[in-house]
């Protein structure tokens, strides 16, 4: 079970934590931990404000507020517990003062940049496993940069699945599969380390990765393959599509793992994207459950391999897209057109979402993000091969992805058309790969929100949720 900021911001949401894991009694459970509300913000802008003095003391007495009052909030003055937690944290929060100083003297590495964030989760998680002990349950405190060894890349770091397994093996297994005792893993999210020991963190809002991640460990060496992954939210689950366009979205209740990282991807920000990869292969089920209604027996997400594939799941949007369009004049069929391309955008750190080339060659539209645009541009410009051959032109454009094994029927796409047309909308660009379950239609900024209503409206009868809600 994953435990984001949000299900960690007072007393009350303590004790919720508490009946989730009674509720749970009879499973084996690991808790990961999310940092406590806007801690990971505050110890960034810290860290990036290291020369001023002043500002890294208020910060560190904020820091050290917050942590305070929770642990005065949901444990007895003096007790054991509420002693190891003060102490917990007026340790930690020296060995930051000392990492503020080193930034001050060497900079911010992206090596610090991760070394620092990791504390709102070592504050946090052992906060949370202190107060599962002083309510008499079993609980151990395990910093996650034991058990998830990852590459290099900071702040953004990926698993070794191996070397990860084998640390899940020693230090976890174990635990779990002690007959003798029942005790409660407390884990950091969003935290591991690399081979040489520096710390590594997942990506921002990493902690539902962090348990995909570990689901998967023990998977592959535990005894019991029957593991399901739970982030608490606070929602019910993922939508049909933002209610910011259309008030009536319903909650999506099945959706199998292709489909959920199409939403995950391009929809609101209820599961991280990348968390989906760590457990597909192994079919291991994730739900997403809403922190204040633990009991719901069918409203909540499930991804798993059920799905439907009668129908569309959602409708998920990017807002502010710029699509790049190369056209060549006279050098059609010319291999290396693309490589070349991507080449320029790779080189700049751009990332690219959706191509669209005419099987004539003779134009490519891409599309980057809006606020790299201009440096997509004139990265392009000032290449010359692209600046002799090639006119390159760029516009501002929104993204509609519609999602669901029932995209791939020829109706459902004629549906969608025909909406559009009764709008007097034009698409852009368009695409879906033979493996993808999605269709991406480019349009005009300002269509957007008229697009996506005739879209759900008309495909309405199409959506699982809607159907469920009318029986
Ligand atoms: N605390 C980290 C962040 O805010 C990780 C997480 O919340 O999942 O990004
Ligand atoms: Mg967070």
Known sequence: MKFGGSCLVDRSAFKKILKILELYKDEKKIVVASAFSGITELLLSTA????????????V????????????????????????????????????????????EFGLEPYYQDLILSFGEILSTYI???YILSKGLESVYIPANKVIITNDEFNNAYPFYKLTNERTRRLIIPLLENPKKDVIICITGFIGRNKIGYTTTLGRGGSDYTATILARSIYEVGID?????????????????????????????????????HIANFGAKILHPKCLEAIEKKNIPLELRNF?????????TKISVLTDKNEIKGISTVEDAVIITVISGS???????????????????????????????????????????QKAVDALNSSGYFSDFFEIKFEDVAIINITGFKILENTTKAIIFQALEKKNIRVKALTQSTEELNLSLVIEREDLVDAIKVIHDDLCEDFEAEKLDKN
């Open 61 to 104: 007495a904020i820091l050290e507020k917050k942590h305070f009052s929770m642990i005065e909030q949901i444990f007895k003055a003096d007790t054991e517990y509420y002693i190891k937690a003060k102490d917990w944290v007026d340790e930690k929060l020296s060995d930051l003062e000392d990492a503020f100083a080193d930034i001050k």
């Open 292 to 300: 204040n209604k633990p009991l719901q027996k069918v409203d909540f």
């Open 225 to 261: 393959k029957n593991i399901t992954v739970i982030l608490w939210k606070d929602v019910d689950g993922l939508l049909t599509i933002n209610p910011k366009y259309v008030p009536q979205s319903t909650l999506i209740r099945n959706l199998d793992y292709n489909e959920a990282k």
């Open 48 to 59: 990036q404000n290291v020369n001023n003095s002043r500002i890294i003391e208020d910060n």
């Open 331 to 373: 050098l059609v069929d010319v291999p290396g057109v693309l490589a070349k391309i991507f080449k320029v955008m790779s080189k700049n750190s751009i990332s690219v979402s959706l191509v669209a080339q005419s099987a004539s060659e003779i134009s490519t539209s891409f599309i980057v993000k809006g606020p790299e645009a």
């Open 128 to 130: 949370l496993n202190q």
